[in-house]
């Protein structure tokens, strides 16, 4: 069974930094591009990053700079480190595997 299990969202103060991760099973991880959208209300979802199996990374444009990928093929577990947050970072982040197949999501607010 495929599963894509995103966690370590929440609740930050703007400036304030979190790190998403994302457990996968059932999937050739080593072997499989990743990646990070979001969606905000009301707004079509957006590509955070990517990062291919060989962990070459791409990053959406709003979020060079800020924001890290990486990927650990021992555990089968991509990250999204997000530092200096803002309040229209506020979303819900899914992990994918070469946008296929998808999360549930995980919230992340940023407050003013």
């Known amino acids: 069974q495929v599963q894509l299990v995103e966690s370590g969202g929440g609740l930050v103060q703007a400036g304030g930094s979190l790190t998403l991760s994302c457990a996968t099973s059932g999937i050739i991880f080593s072997l499989a591009p990743m990646g990070w959208h979001r969606q905000a209300p009301g707004k079509q979802r957006e590509l955070v990053a990517t990062i291919s199996s060989g962990s070459r990374v791409h990053y959406g444009d709003s979020m060079k700079g800020r924001f890290t990928i990486s990927r650990d093929n021992a555990k089968s577990t991509v990250y999204l480190q997000m530092n200096s947050l803002k309040p229209e970072n506020t979303a819900v982040y899914y992990c994918?595997?070469?946008?296929?197949?998808w999360g549930q999501g995980t919230q992340v607010t940023v407050s003013s």
């Open positions: 994918n595997s070469d946008r296929s197949i």
